[in-house]
């Protein structure tokens, strides 16, 4: 079963003030999501990654289509005890503080004996252990970021979803929520988080999918992804007309011309390997390749 | 749920200095009907009750109004509902909460003003006088409005920006005072049209004017316990339709 599941997903917005028309948003979002996968939801600013969170948060309702997480609505509020999610750039009550915050949070969920505990385990765990006693408005975007992950799985969800949690953030904090990540899929969780940071997808997903106007534009492993995409074919070898280490790329139908050529002028060929395009180049393709449809 | 979002609601506004600022402004208010008063030789306590409750009811009114209209569209501009409706938390639990939240607020603040004034009375009488709990009963009409304000407030809240919110709390606020004057306006009118429009109006709005017994408690007249048990009646309905508009219309909003 898939954890999480979207057919034929479609929002649109009104747009303009006195005569509203219909922007679509997002265009028939089919996705399948499965258990303690890291899923990466790619694409550009604009391309429909937030609201298809929001719609799984069931923050926003769907123009068509439905959406189910772990088999249940995504109405269900009862699910959500099953469910953890940080959105983009969050904001939280300004005069608690962190420890007062995340009391109010695991509240809600009904912990009683060991939730402080509990609220000092999180917080420790994102690195906000000593900023407990703080107002929220006093935090760095780095730390809201930090304490917004602590809020997201002070329940032990069994699925989180993560709005760009690595955007706005230095090197570091990059690296501790890509740990974090990683963490929770060791433990076992399902990880739902879009982002525009390619290297992070790279990084961290078993699959990606990625996004652009509205539509989904393709959605498998990262390797997956680039198997149909080879670019040619690199060929590393020795000697030849000149001696020394060169290097020379052919079509993928070429290699066995430029391997009978290499060997007819001498040279010793060292390594052979498949050009792909790097994520980046991937979704630049596909993007700028909607935008031109 | 409600009572975790209701407490979390009051410690927040508790946090906001704008409160202690109109309860000091009140307190000033109430300290300075005491100087009122001593140079208003035999009806101190008329003059310190009336202002003093006035002072109150004013403050709350205020106070009402710019946090109730507020509390749901700041929630909504800031974010702060993403992470919260993302747990187990119906849409209607979340205003159940937030209307209780701003209710304990209100009845702190009263409660610190009313001690204001109490504390005046015993200053200027030397101590209290039996007629003196009729006070609380006004301070407790206060309450029951500033409950009903919050529930209209906490509906606009749902769907307008704070300054319509505002414009509109405050327009239905100032008719509901009125709203006996409509119906007798009405009556003393010969047409029948203007009756039925008028008489339905008085009962469509809100009637701010039923809890006005300052007049009453600051002559020492005994308020009946018909009038307190039906305006009780009349805020639990009112409120009580109020939240549940509310409730509708936030369940079927989109928050972009």
Known sequence: MAVILAEALTKDYLAGFWRQTPRRSLDSLNLEVQENEVFGFLGPNGAGKTTTLKLLMNLIFPTSGKATILGHPVSDTRMHREIGFLPEQPYFYDYLTAGEMLDYYARMFGYREDRAARVTRFLERVGLGESRDMQLRKFSKGMLQRFGLAQAIIHDPRVVFLDEPTSGLDPIGRREVRDLILELKKEGRTVFFSTHILPDAETLCDRVSVLAHGKLQGVGSVRDLFQSHVQGVEIVFEGGESPGFHRMQVGVNEVYDAFERLRKAGARIVSCSEVRPTLEEYFMKLVSKEGQS | ?256
């Open chain 2, 1 to 256: 749920m409600i009572a975790v979002i209701a407490w979390n609601t009051f410690r927040e506004a508790v946090r906001d200095r704008i409160l202690f600022n109109l309860v000091f402004f009140a307190l000033l208010m109430i300290s300075a009907a005491v100087l009122v008063g001593q140079i208003s030789i035999g009806i101190e306590h008329l003059i310190i009750v009336n202002l003093g409750l006035t002072a109150i009811s004013l403050f709350g009114v205020a106070m009402a109004v710019i946090l109730g209209v507020a509390l749901i569209y700041k929630e909504i501009e800031r974010r702060t509902l993403y992470t919260l409706l993302s747990k187990p938390v119906r849409r209607w639990q979340f205003i159940a909460g937030k209307y209780c939240g701003l209710c304990l607020t209100l009845t702190v603040n009263t409660l610190f003003m009313t001690a204001g004034l109490i504390l005046a009375l015993f200053y200027v009488d030397q101590g209290l006088r039996p007629s003196d709990l009729q006070v609380l009963v006004g301070v407790f009409f206060i309450l029951l409005q500033l409950f009903l304000l919050t529930g209209i407030a906490l509906l606009f809240s749902c769907f307008a920006t704070p300054a319509v919110a505002t414009l509109g709390t405050l327009g239905l606020y100032m008719v509901g005072v009125f709203s006996e004057d409509i119906r007798t306006f009405g009556e003393i009118s010969k047409d029948p049209m203007m009756q039925r429009l008028t008489s339905g109006l008085y009962y469509l709005l809100p009637n701010f004017g039923a809890f006005n017994v300052i007049s009453a408690v600051a002559h020492e007249h005994p308020i009946p316990g018909a009038l307190i048990a039906g305006n009780i009646t009349y805020v639990v309905l009112y409120v009580a339709i109020a939240l549940i508009a509310s409730a509708a219309i936030f369940s079927n909003r989109d928050l972009k």
